[in-house]
């Protein structure tokens, strides 16, 4: 590791740049010409924003640009600056708190780095990690049961990051199937089931079968070691860039075009795509 010494100029730029934000996000939450709206805004209120920002951050990755990405990353800290000074008004905790907190526990999860811990490879880096947080799970509840950290990954992640999480920590039980051919026969097992209830049953009873068929294709995709997120993100991608090729080349309203002329764009679109 760097000394003190040899990252003390950039270290004392940076957190003057912070304490910049820190009294900017103050000036906005204050009673004596503040911001309205910022004066209005309650942790609950700002939820979808956090989430936004994060996507916008994730987007600006994906794209490489490097600018969007230290400008989403701002509007990601803001939000974090945000949510600590309003706690910090009510004498909840600080952005202090918040700093300490996450320092104490890299600290404490990276025992190869801060302590005399010898580790050979990412795998173990990933093990003891793992090993470590399940120590301090348990030591804030007498709870030692899976499913209750199963309900939080339900409850704080997106769907299909929320299935995959759950699929691997039960894995990592036990609960999971002898062979790829299991999950397979499982996924058709529930495919049959989807179809009968479109056709037969109610709209929450297609809602819950979809909604197995989905799991099942998420244990497909953790077998082969492929995230789902990024496939469905990929191919929304690919959907709009040959969409968008499509509405280039004709000359009237889609409407106006009969599905076999569409398709005969779409396939157009695609080759011309594959062909880049």
Known sequence: MASPASQSPDRASTLAALQRLIEVVAQLRSPEGGCPWDLAQTPESLMPYVIEE????VDAIRQGNSSAIADELGDLLLQVVLHAQIASESGQFTLETVADH???????????????????????VRQNWEQIKAVEEAEKTDDQRLSPRLSRYARSLPPLMAGMKISQKAAAVGFEWDSIEGVWEKFHEELAEFH?????????????ELGDVLFTL????????????????????RFIQRFTQ????????????????????????????AGQ
Do not use: C, M
């Open 54 to 57: 994060a996507y916008e951050v």
């Open 102 to 124: 996450i320092s104490e526990k890299l600290i404490r999860r990276h025992p190869h780095v801060f302590g005399d811990i010898n580790v050979e490879n990412v795998d173990e």
């Open 196 to 208: 009968h209830a479109i056709a037969e049953e109610s709209k929450a009873r297609q809602q819950a």
């Open 218 to 237: 998420i244990n497909i995709a953790r077998w082969h070691d492929l995230d789902p997120s990024e496939a469905l993100q990929e191919t929304n991608r």
């Open 246 to 273: 499509v509405e280039e080349a004709i000359d009237r309203p889609l409407s106006s075009y009969s599905l076999e002329e569409l398709e005969a764009f779409w396939q157009q679109a695609k080759a011309r795509l």
